[in-house]
């Protein structure tokens, strides 16, 4: 099942590359592995226009988690990332959902691919130019886990 998994995770990474490569966007996609099968399904745009309709989704996710034959879980998707420190004032308000990254001065255009397992989180993730359809530098420059609202999916599972 790991290296499925591996294989799997490599697709929809590279995947996620050429795609923007090719388009300068993304259609945002959930994935995951049920039953020793891919399953991937693209997210409708209007569940990650509000902080709501992105809670909605990201319960939906946890929810297909919660199933013990789902043994991987994932989105990609386009976002605006922004770089502050773990304890700042600023990331607090981020975490909790008192402003969002979108309304921050200091922000930049990524692409991100959120995945799990029971045993873990990863992220990757890179800054882009939609205007030049570009892919650059990674923009968390290492794979551990992502902290926000589409995290931890499979935590309910744990408890």
Same mark, same amino acid.
């Given at each position: 099942?790991?290296?499925?998994?591996?294989?799997?995770?490599?697709?929809?990474?590279? %995947?996620? =590359?050429?795609?923007?490569?090719?388009? %300068?966007?993304?259609?945002?996609?959930?994935?995951?592995?049920?039953?020793?099968?891919?399953?991937?399904?693209?997210?409708?745009?209007?569940?990650? &226009?509000?902080?709501?309709? +992105?809670?909605?989704?990201?319960?939906?996710? &946890?929810?297909?988690?919660?199933?013990?034959?789902? @043994?991987?879980?994932?989105?990609?998707?386009?976002?605006?990332?922004?770089?502050?420190?773990?304890? !700042?004032?600023?990331? +607090?308000?981020? #975490?909790?959902?008192?402003?969002?990254? !979108? *309304?921050?001065?200091?922000?930049?255009?990524? =692409?991100?691919?959120?995945?799990? @397992?029971? *045993? &873990?989180?990863? @992220?990757? !993730?890179? #800054?882009?130019?939609? *205007?030049? &359809?570009?892919?650059?530098?990674?923009?968390?420059?290492? !794979?551990?886990?992502?902290? %926000?609202?589409?995290?931890?999916?499979?935590?309910?599972?744990?408890?």
């Amino acid at each position: 099942m790991e290296e499925m998994i591996e294989k799997f995770k490599k697709v929809m990474h590279e %995947g996620m =590359i050429a795609n923007f490569e090719e388009d %300068g966007f993304l259609t945002p996609v959930m994935f995951f592995i049920k039953n020793g099968q891919p399953v991937v399904s693209q997210i409708p745009n209007e569940m990650l &226009k509000t902080s709501e309709k +992105k809670a909605e989704l990201s319960s939906i996710i &946890k929810s297909i988690c919660t199933d013990p034959m789902v @043994t991987f879980a994932g989105i990609v998707l386009e976002a605006y990332g922004a770089k502050m420190g773990n304890d !700042s004032e600023l990331s +607090k308000l981020v #975490v909790e959902g008192n402003i969002r990254v !979108s *309304e921050l001065k200091e922000k930049q255009d990524i =692409i991100i691919m959120i995945h799990a @397992t029971p *045993e &873990k989180e990863e @992220t990757v !993730s890179y #800054v882009v130019d939609p *205007e030049n &359809k570009t892919v650059g530098e990674k923009f968390i420059d290492d !794979s551990g886990a992502f902290k %926000g609202i589409f995290s931890n999916f499979f935590n309910t599972r744990k408890n």
